[in-house]
């Protein structure tokens, strides 16, 4: 049985940081394309960043110089470390994997993990 837990939400103030973390069991990600997609009330769920299988992170404008996507094989597990937090970027943070090595459109995704920025 494949899932995808996230963790590390919280509740900070604007300027903060949270680190949140992806664990995947039942599948090896190794070879794919992992991510975080958010979504805040009454919007869209939009793409944060991502991580390909060679390491090669992309980031949302939003997300860009405040935001770092990590990947840690060894452990099945992704990370997304947000700095310099903005009300705006409270939302439901989910992680999400690919089909394949680069992004390719979602696959499989996290329950997700409630960010507050306040």
């Known amino acids: 049985h494949v899932q995808l837990v996230e963790s590390g939400g919280g509740s900070v103030q604007p300027g903060g940081s949270l680190r949140l973390s992806c664990a995947a069991s039942?599948?090896?990600?190794?070879?794919?394309?992992i991510g975080w997609f958010r979504q805040g009330v009454g919007l869209e769920r939009d793409e944060v960043a991502s991580i390909d299988a060679d390491g090669s992170p992309r980031y949302a404008t939003s997300a860009k110089g405040r935001f770092t996507i990590s990947r840690d094989s060894a452990q099945n597990t992704w990370y997304l470390q947000m700095d310099s937090l903005k009300s705006e970027d409270a939302a439901m943070y989910y992680c999400?994997?690919?089909?394949?090595?680069?992004?390719?459109?979602?696959?499989?995704w996290g329950r997700g993990t409630q960010v507050t920025v306040s």
């Open positions: 039942g599948y090896t990600y190794d070879n794919y394309c």
């Open positions: 999400v994997t690919s089909i394949s090595g680069t992004w390719a459109g979602p696959n499989r």
